[in-house]
């Protein structure tokens, strides 16, 4: 209950942004252009559509700089361009801001403050002047508008995911269990773990920006989890009742072996999370952080909230005979006897999988992430369609040294700039500069001096290209802006929309490399301690790697390449975000981690007993093998219910985390496991020596618990 | 008990004399150390066995079918035979007096034995001991 009043409204408190690498470049210009010359990147865009005659006719003026007007005196705006504040005709050069018919107009706003700023000065914008009148349809879009309703429909999306997904979990565990008391715990520990997550986010947020977009780790991973850990506590508390065992001591041994367990799959699969720090990026690092808070409430409500009612319910919860007669026992004995073509079989099905991900390309969302009915969607494909993007998406390029007071330098500058392919008008002291008239055709401008009017701010360009958006030359002209020679010892800094996209996915996909090697190092040190062998971790990194790649290789193939696109109701964009796939990648490894630990734990304990590496492996996947079917089938009904959304990222997120699970769980662990052991043999269990007695003197060990005499006292 | 003086204690235990330091600290680590009072059952003859007990301090009454075939100290240990070969235990064993008594779980047991050599080698004396006894 207190999780629920400490973690109520805390989609309030979260931040919408945090995509853009606080060093990058394009940030540093829009912090200066911001700070020093009271601008920015349009970010928030009114389409308004005449319900009669033209957008230039005199009753529609009026209106137009009515409401254009209004939005310059909004607080939180920095400039608005709009096609009432420029004179018709425009300057030469300069985009008209209305299309071609005359039935479509734009007004553009640049909005100050912070990302979450931002969108509240959108909301509020939206709400306000967003709204049908006599004269005009009127949409909002624009980036941060995008992002904005992106976060609103998935947040309400999520809602009804939750909703969807928990009446089929209960079903589902109803048909594992058996049994309603055995059902119904893993679904209250969920809860509980659930709503002490959101409250630990709701304390984090005092502390460190924390994404919106956690509520969807919140979601998946924290059901997950939750659902996983305490139906190994289940499972083991049956099994040991079946033993003969009296409810205290079924509990305390479960809570001793399945317990411990489930503590070092915690720590492995925070371990994993924290492979996200590395990116320097709000966004990924608050899922590192909101990561282990959720992997630790997983972990203490499973452990702090099964025990006692198993003890309520006692043997009513139903007693289970251990046994290896299950599918995955008869699966495991039959890749047993036949490895190598069961190894070749699978591996072959995942690399034919996986292959779709060498062509891809990773960028950022647009407004095909949202619903096709979305207003802002609707919006901005009109005027990607009938109007030009030129002056919202153009690029900024600040020069630190650059001299207003020397306009001959500006206009050579200018020139040259132009001489290049692409830039088709630069915007500068000199005022508009078009390629076809390279004369200035303006006085100076005022717009590009700083708003202390100090020479030794520095100056501005604004730089309007001819490509379309989603052209790849413009990464070609970002770039080649970047390393253009200046007259100025400074040199110059990009910025603009598409410096902000190219920076971000350049940042993430170089610290790619970085958070594997820390995710394989960690992960390794950690099942060592676990196993006291090498070869069993890298065999795990091995086929997490295989089971994640062939995973992605899908999503590149259905929502990068469009496969069935229509069928899931998304648009393809020839590219793919680059965050969904790096929180997917965290998420289930994380996840293939635990169903890892969970069986090696198991056949570590009956090897230990043993010495029997074939067995083991028998014993360890017909006993466990069930559990993790199970967990990975109600998981893939959550991230099922979660590809409902009609946000496109987030149906990639589901569908992607329940193809992963379900391939993992029955490709990956049923099959490659059991083969690769079988051909290992004792090898598995292999180590330098002086590792093997590191690890027995200050290993992972899932102690047996001994049967003391009543009145034994430790000593 | 810390395990630093657990491991000192082992060190007086003829079973692991030939241990190393480092090897009596590793197994002092698993080992589940309790006191128990005078009368206590430790081992039921004709049970199934599943711990070996190592007496660290103390007095232990040995019988077998009902009769009392000797007293054990500090440094006696039980259970191994049903931990290697398993079968019901071969006696009941009594606290006599107030003991310190170290226990492993089977699988601890045969880890350490299959890791430690010199826990092995400990251990097949012992045994060969009692063989010994047993034949003269």
């Not at chain 1, 970010?43 to 007007?69: C, M, P, S």
Request: hydrophobic share 50%; glycine share 8%.
């Amino acid at each position: 209950m207190l999780f629920g009043v400490v973690g109520t409204g805390v989609t309030d408190v979260l931040t919408v942004g945090g995509f853009v690498p606080n060093d990058a470049e394009s940030n540093r210009v829009a912090q200066v252009l911001e700070d020093d010359f009271a601008t920015g990147t349009y970010g928030w865009v009114l389409l308004l559509e005449a319900k009669e005659k033209w957008v230039y006719t005199d009753f529609n003026r009026a209106e137009g700089e009515r409401i254009t007007t209004l939005i310059e005196e909004e607080p939180g705006v920095l400039e608005v361009a709009s096609f009432y504040n420029i004179p018709e005709p425009p300057p030469p050069g300069l985009s008209p801001l209305r299309d071609f018919t005359g039935h479509l107009a734009l007004i553009g706003v640049k909005l100050s403050g912070s990302d979450d700023e931002q969108r509240r000065t959108a909301a509020h914008l939206t709400e306000t002047y967003a709204v049908d009148n006599e004269l005009f349809y009127i949409t909002a879009t624009g980036a941060t508008e995008i992002s904005r309703v992106a976060a609103e429909v998935a947040d309400e999306d999520l809602t009804r995911a939750e909703l969807l997904a928990a009446p089929l979990t209960l079903l589902g565990l109803l048909m594992v269990f058996r049994g309603f008391r055995a059902a119904i715990i893993p679904l209250i520990v969920a809860v509980v773990a659930v709503l002490g997550s959101f409250a630990a986010l709701r304390v984090a947020t005092s502390f460190v920006d924390i994404s919106i977009f956690a509520r969807t780790l919140v979601t998946a991973l924290g059901l997950g989890l939750a659902i996983d850990y305490s139906m190994l506590l289940v499972a083991r508390f049956r099994e040991e009742l079946a033993e003969g065992r009296n409810v205290d001591m079924a509990v305390s041994r479960t809570l001793q072996t399945a317990g411990r367990t489930i503590g070092f799959s915690a720590a492995t699969v925070g371990a994993s999370l924290l492979g996200l720090l590395v990116f320097p990026v709000v966004y990924l690092r608050s899922f590192a952080i909101a990561g282990v808070a959720i992997v630790a409430m997983a972990a203490l409500a499973s452990m702090l909230v099964a025990p006692p009612i198993m003890r309520l319910f006692g043997e009513g919860i139903g007693v289970r005979e251990k046994t290896t007669e299950s599918f995955w026992g008869r699966q495991a004995g039959r890749v047993l006897n036949r490895p190598i073509p069961w190894l070749l079989g699978v591996t072959l099905i995942l690399l034919v999988l996986a292959s779709p991900i060498l062509d891809i390309n990773p960028s950022r969302i647009d407004e095909r992430v949202l619903p096709k009915e979305e207003p802002a969607r609707i919006a901005a494909e009109r005027i990607r369609t009938d109007m030009s993007m030129a002056d919202v998406n153009s690029v900024h390029m600040y020069a630190p040294g650059g001299d207003w007071e020397d306009p001959q330098e500006i206009f050579d500058f200018t020139k040259e700039v132009l001489s290049i392919d692409g830039p088709v008008r630069m915007d500068s002291t000199l005022g508009f500069v078009r390629l076809d008239n390279t004369s200035p055709i303006n006085t100076l401008s005022r717009h590009f001096r700083s708003i202390d009017d100090d020479p030794a701010d520095g100056t501005w360009f604004n730089i309007v290209y001819r490509f379309q958006p989603d052209d790849e030359r413009i990464d070609d002209l970002v770039r080649t802006l970047r390393d253009f020679d200046t007259p100025w010892d400074e040199g110059i800094l990009i910025g603009g929309n598409d410096a902000t996209r190219i920076d971000t996915v350049d940042t993430v996909v170089s610290r790619v490399p970085w958070a594997l090697l820390v995710i394989a190092v960690v992960t390794f040190v950690l099942l060592f301690l676990f196993t006291g062998s090498v070869v069993m971790p890298i065999k795990a990194l091995v086929l997490n790697l295989l089971s994640l790649t062939a995973t992605f290789g899908g999503l590149v193939w259905v929502f990068q390449q469009g496969n069935f696109a229509e069928t899931l109701g998304i648009t393809a964009t020839g590219t793919i975000d680059v965050f969904t796939p790096i929180l997917m990648f965290c998420i289930t490894f994380g996840l293939s981690m635990d169903y890892e630990v969970f069986i090696l734990a198991r056949i570590k304990e009956h090897f230990d007993l043993s010495g029997d590496s074939d067995e083991s492996v028998r014993q360890g996947l017909g006993t466990t093998g069930p559990i993790v079917t199970a967990a990975a089938m109600l998981l893939a009904i959550v991230f099922f219910a979660i590809a409902t959304s009609g946000v496109s990222i987030v149906k990639m997120f589901g569908l992607g985390l329940a193809v992963a699970v379900l391939t993992d769980a029955f490709l990956v662990r049923a099959t490659l496991t059991p083969a690769l052991m079988k051909l290992a043999g004792r090898s598995n269990w292999w180590a330098p020596r002086p590792l093997r007695r590191f690890h027995l003197r200050y290993g992972v060990w899932e102690t047996d618990p001994v049967d003391l005499p009543p009145n034994a006292r430790p000593a | 008990m810390k395990r630093r003086e657990i491991a000192d204690t082992l060190a007086t235990v003829p079973l692991f004399s030939r241990c190393t330091t480092a090897d009596l600290r590793t197994v002092a680590r698993h080992l589940e150390v309790v006191d128990i009072d005078p009368g206590t059952t430790l081992i039921t003859e004709g049970d199934e066995g599943e711990t070996f007990y190592l007496i660290l301090d103390g007095e232990v009454e040995v019988s077998r079918d009902g009769e009392v075939v000797g007293m054990a100290q500090s440094g006696a240990h039980f259970g191994e035979l049903a931990l290697l070969d398993p079968a019901p235990r071969a006696a009941t064993v009594v606290t006599k007096s107030d003991c310190r008594v170290g226990i492993l779980s089977v699988r601890m047991f045969r880890v350490i034995v299959r890791e430690l050599p010199t826990v092995s080698f400990g251990l097949l004396g012992a045994l060969a001991g009692q063989l010994r006894e047993a034949m003269e």
